[in-house]
Structure formats: C-alpha cells, structure tokens
C-alpha cells in the first residue's frame, strides 16, 4: 500500500521568501502525484498534479514541484511566497489504475507580511 | 454551477445519535470519496466507491456506513455518533478510468458529537 510523509508540520516564511516543502512517497509502481491547498476556511484545492512527461511540473499561483523517482520525492517549492500563501498544504500520491488517493498529513505554512 | 455539494455546513449532534451527511456531484464522476479531516492527522480516507453500487472500506471506516444507489448521490451516515467522531467531513470526486481526472473536493461538513 502506497503511504505519503510531509516532514515539516509547520512552516513560518516571511513575504518574499522562498518556499521548499518536502513529500516523500512509498509505492513500488507507477505514480500519480498531487499538491492540494487548502486556505483558511475553504475546502481543498488542486495546486498541481503529475502524470507522466517533464518531471518539473508548474502549478497555479506561482507553484512549482519536482518529481524525482530516485527519491521518491515530489517536493513543493516557490521562489517568492505572499502573505496570501497561508494555508495547509497537502501532497498525495495514486499508484495508476483503481488506487486510492493517499494524503500526507499536511504542513501549515504562515507567511508574515 | 458544476461541483459537488455537502449538507450540511455544519451539526452539532447528541452522542448515539444517528446522523446522515449528504452529498452530491454532477459532474458524472464515477468515482466518490469521504474523507475526514483532524488536526495533525491530516485527511483520512472513511469510504469509497468507484462506480454506482459498489463500495469500498478506507483507513478509519468503523463507525461510519456509505451508499451509493446512483451516479451522483455518496451520503455517509454515522449509526450511533461517538466523540471521536468530531471532525471536518470532505467528500470528493473524480473521473477514474484511462483518463482520471484529479479530485473534486466539496466545502466539507463540520460535524461536534458531544
């Protein structure tokens, strides 16, 4: 079964900063892979996703992530955050076919102005 | 406007009792999913079902039964609501066969069992 791990629970940035957050998956097949946001009061929102090709994958809002299969990671990052970047993020992982969307527990990212 | 719709907002509900979260989608998605959301915990998977008259458990499934009688109607019912069953329902949705579609997420459901 496949499993997801966001190392950092709680992140503090200033404005301007630059963003990296971590996810690391276990699954021995082929993967899908996520980024969800959710902001304060709101339900959750795709940020980017994964399927195959270019394993650099350009979000909404500024968001980018990697896919490096070697290390199982799929790491979030953004070179400037906004204050309007507030919010839990939440990678995922489905290994292709009927799977299951796997969540990580999420990491909650304040950004002072 | 496409999506997918959960009622209620929120309940406060008496502990034993039983309680159904409604929810709907109508973008023909096959597939449809109850998570719940707790603090360090992040989203648990509940139920799911990845086709009109089939079911399935996830991660924390006791306590909590599902149907799916048609396309577009997911309602998960709690029997005999305990505390531990406070928490933040989502339910979502997606397009799953050659070409899957990334979830759909309704507004959630804030459900206090005291």
């Known amino acids: 079964a496949q499993s997801v791990s966001q190392h950092n629970h709680h992140v503090i940035l200033s404005e301007a900063a630059s963003l990296e957050l971590g996810c690391n998956y276990s699954y021995g097949g082929t993967v899908n892979l996520f980024w969800y946001v959710q902001y304060p009061g709101q339900h959750l929102q795709l940020l980017l996703k994964?399927?195959?090709?270019?394993?650099l994958v350009k979000g909404i809002k500024g968001f980018e992530a990697e896919f490096i299969k070697s290390k199982f990671s799929f790491n979030l990052r953004k070179p400037s955050v906004q204050w309007s970047d507030t919010a839990e993020y939440f990678c995922a992982v489905q290994g292709t076919g009927f799977q299951k969307l796997v969540f990580g527990t999420g990491t909650r990212l304040l950004v002072s102005p | 406007i496409a999506g997918i719709t959960q009622a209620p907002t929120s309940q406060i509900l008496a502990a034993g009792r039983r309680m159904t979260l409604r929810c709907t989608q109508d973008m023909r998605h096959n597939a449809m999913y109850w998570y719940r959301q707790d603090l360090g915990l992040g989203l648990r998977l509940i139920h799911y079902s990845n086709t009109a008259g089939t079911t399935g458990k996830g991660e924390v499934p006791d306590g909590y039964s599902v149907s799916r009688a048609n396309t577009d109607d997911f309602p998960l019912t709690l029997a005999s609501a305990v505390p531990s069953q406070t928490s933040v329902y989502f339910c979502a949705s997606r397009r799953q066969g050659a070409i899957s579609s990334p979830l759909h997420f309704g507004n959630g459901t804030r459900l206090t069992v005291t």
């Open positions: 994964y399927f195959s090709g270019d394993p």
